[in-house]
Protein backbone atom coordinates (compact mmCIF):
# COMPACT_ATOMS: atom_id res chain seq x y z
CA UNK A 1 0.00 0.00 0.00
CA UNK A 2 1.44 3.74 -0.83
CA UNK A 3 2.24 5.85 1.31
CA UNK A 4 -0.65 8.11 0.39
CA UNK A 5 -3.12 5.64 -0.07
CA UNK A 6 -6.57 6.82 0.63
CA UNK A 7 -8.15 3.91 3.58
CA UNK A 8 -11.70 5.29 3.74
CA UNK A 9 -12.78 8.43 5.29
CA UNK A 10 -12.56 9.90 8.56
CA UNK A 11 -13.58 12.22 11.19
CA UNK A 12 -10.41 14.16 12.70
CA UNK A 13 -10.35 16.76 15.24
CA UNK A 14 -8.87 19.91 15.72
CA UNK A 15 -8.76 20.41 19.93
CA UNK A 16 -7.73 24.18 18.95
CA UNK A 17 -11.29 25.00 17.51
CA UNK A 18 -13.51 22.74 20.03
CA UNK A 19 -14.95 24.63 22.63
CA UNK A 20 -16.75 21.77 24.73
CA UNK A 21 -20.16 23.13 23.50
CA UNK A 22 -21.22 19.53 23.38
CA UNK A 23 -23.19 20.01 20.53
CA UNK A 24 -21.28 16.89 18.65
CA UNK A 25 -22.13 14.65 21.47
CA UNK A 26 -26.05 15.57 22.17
CA UNK A 27 -26.35 15.40 18.42
CA UNK A 28 -24.45 12.00 17.91
CA UNK A 29 -26.93 10.29 21.23
CA UNK A 30 -30.13 12.20 19.57
CA UNK A 31 -29.54 10.45 16.20
CA UNK A 32 -28.69 7.03 17.48
CA UNK A 33 -30.69 6.76 20.85
CA UNK A 34 -33.48 9.02 19.96
CA UNK A 35 -32.22 10.55 23.22
CA UNK A 36 -29.91 13.51 24.22
CA UNK A 37 -27.66 11.81 26.53
CA UNK A 38 -23.93 12.01 26.88
CA UNK A 39 -23.69 8.38 27.97
CA UNK A 40 -25.12 7.25 24.87
CA UNK A 41 -22.79 9.36 22.30
CA UNK A 42 -19.93 8.19 20.07
CA UNK A 43 -18.34 11.01 20.65
CA UNK A 44 -17.02 12.92 23.77
CA UNK A 45 -15.50 16.27 24.04
CA UNK A 46 -12.82 15.77 27.16
CA UNK A 47 -12.40 18.80 29.32
CA UNK A 48 -8.96 19.39 30.85
CA UNK A 49 -9.65 20.24 34.33
CA UNK A 50 -7.37 24.04 34.88
CA UNK A 51 -6.53 24.10 31.21
CA UNK A 52 -9.59 25.68 29.69
CA UNK A 53 -9.22 23.23 27.06
CA UNK A 54 -11.64 20.14 25.17
CA UNK A 55 -10.24 17.65 23.08
CA UNK A 56 -13.41 15.66 20.77
CA UNK A 57 -12.82 11.97 21.22
CA UNK A 58 -14.19 9.80 18.47
CA UNK A 59 -12.87 6.51 16.82
CA UNK A 60 -10.47 7.09 14.25
CA UNK A 61 -11.18 3.91 12.47
CA UNK A 62 -8.06 2.33 12.49
CA UNK A 63 -6.35 0.40 9.42
CA UNK A 64 -5.09 -2.46 12.11
CA UNK A 65 -7.96 -1.99 14.92
CA UNK A 66 -6.50 -3.21 17.92
CA UNK A 67 -10.24 -3.38 19.01
CA UNK A 68 -11.75 -5.63 15.77
CA UNK A 69 -8.58 -8.26 16.31
CA UNK A 70 -8.93 -8.66 20.18
CA UNK A 71 -12.69 -9.54 19.77
CA UNK A 72 -13.18 -12.86 20.47
CA UNK A 73 -16.25 -13.29 18.71
CA UNK A 74 -15.64 -10.98 16.07
CA UNK A 75 -18.48 -8.62 16.91
CA UNK A 76 -16.58 -5.39 15.09
CA UNK A 77 -16.32 -5.57 11.43
CA UNK A 78 -15.17 -3.17 9.29
CA UNK A 79 -18.46 -1.79 6.83
CA UNK A 80 -17.95 -2.52 3.34
CA UNK A 81 -18.78 1.11 1.98
CA UNK A 82 -17.66 3.73 4.75
CA UNK A 83 -14.34 1.62 6.06
CA UNK A 84 -16.45 2.65 9.75
CA UNK A 85 -15.98 -0.29 12.18
CA UNK A 86 -19.17 -1.66 13.10
CA UNK A 87 -20.08 -3.44 16.38
CA UNK A 88 -22.50 -6.45 15.76
CA UNK A 89 -24.34 -5.88 18.56
CA UNK A 90 -26.14 -9.42 17.64
CA UNK A 91 -22.39 -11.02 17.80
CA UNK A 92 -21.17 -9.01 20.91
CA UNK A 93 -20.77 -10.87 23.74
CA UNK A 94 -19.97 -7.77 25.92
CA UNK A 95 -16.34 -8.48 27.41
CA UNK A 96 -15.12 -5.34 26.77
CA UNK A 97 -11.44 -5.75 25.72
CA UNK A 98 -12.64 -3.55 22.73
CA UNK A 99 -12.78 -0.60 25.15
CA UNK A 100 -9.07 -1.95 26.97
CA UNK A 101 -7.27 -2.28 23.83
CA UNK A 102 -8.57 1.03 22.09
CA UNK A 103 -5.34 3.69 21.88
CA UNK A 104 -7.86 5.94 21.72
CA UNK A 105 -10.69 5.73 24.41
CA UNK A 106 -12.99 5.94 21.89
CA UNK A 107 -15.28 2.92 22.77
CA UNK A 108 -17.80 2.95 25.49
CA UNK A 109 -20.07 0.39 27.58
CA UNK A 110 -23.74 1.98 28.01
CA UNK A 111 -25.86 1.74 31.01
CA UNK A 112 -28.12 -0.87 29.09
CA UNK A 113 -25.22 -3.22 28.88
CA UNK A 114 -23.83 -1.80 25.21
CA UNK A 115 -20.44 -1.37 23.17
CA UNK A 116 -20.53 1.73 21.08
CA UNK A 117 -18.25 3.66 18.90
CA UNK A 118 -18.39 5.81 16.09
CA UNK A 119 -20.18 4.49 12.79
CA UNK A 120 -19.70 7.59 10.95
CA UNK A 121 -23.19 7.76 10.44
CA UNK A 122 -23.02 5.87 6.98
CA UNK A 123 -20.45 8.20 5.85
CA UNK A 124 -22.72 11.16 7.02
CA UNK A 125 -21.28 12.06 10.18
CA UNK A 126 -23.37 14.46 12.21
CA UNK A 127 -21.07 15.68 14.78
CA UNK A 128 -19.06 16.93 11.42
CA UNK A 129 -21.94 18.65 9.98
CA UNK A 130 -22.96 20.63 13.05
CA UNK A 131 -19.72 21.55 14.71
CA UNK A 132 -19.85 25.28 14.49
CA UNK A 133 -16.20 25.72 15.12
CA UNK A 134 -15.27 23.29 12.27
CA UNK A 135 -13.32 21.35 15.38
CA UNK A 136 -14.38 18.31 13.32
CA UNK A 137 -13.55 17.64 9.75
CA UNK A 138 -14.27 14.33 7.55
CA UNK A 139 -11.58 13.64 5.12
CA UNK A 140 -9.69 10.50 3.55
CA UNK A 141 -7.38 9.01 5.46
CA UNK A 142 -4.61 8.31 4.35
CA UNK A 143 -1.50 5.85 6.00
CA UNK A 144 0.49 8.83 6.77
CA UNK A 145 -2.65 10.97 8.65
CA UNK A 146 -3.47 7.41 10.48
CA UNK A 147 0.68 7.17 11.31
CA UNK A 148 0.01 10.68 12.88
CA UNK A 149 -3.11 9.80 14.70
CA UNK A 150 -1.31 6.94 16.47
CA UNK A 151 1.53 9.30 17.70
CA UNK A 152 -1.63 11.43 18.59
CA UNK A 153 -3.04 8.78 20.67
CA UNK A 154 -0.05 8.08 22.69
CA UNK A 155 0.27 11.91 23.47
CA UNK A 156 -2.90 11.73 24.48
CA UNK A 157 -2.85 9.25 26.55
CA UNK A 158 0.13 10.07 28.19
CA UNK A 159 -1.59 13.03 29.13
CA UNK A 160 -4.72 11.53 30.50
CA UNK A 161 -2.31 9.70 32.91
CA UNK A 162 -0.30 12.66 34.00
CA UNK A 163 -3.47 14.34 34.51
CA UNK A 164 -5.48 11.19 36.66
CA UNK A 165 -2.04 10.09 38.35
CA UNK A 166 -2.65 7.04 37.04
Given amino acids: MGEDETLGRM ?3 DPSSCTGCQLCV ?53 HEETGALIVNQEKCIGCKACIIVCPFGAISWTADGRIVKCDLCDGDPLCVKLCTREALAYVPATTAHLKTQVKAAEKFSEILKRISGV
Avoid: M, W
Wanted: aromatic residues 6%.
Fill in 11 to 13: VVV
Fill in 26 to 78: AACSLKHESQVNPLYSRIRAVRFEGKGAYIPVTCQQCKDAPCQSVCPVKAIER
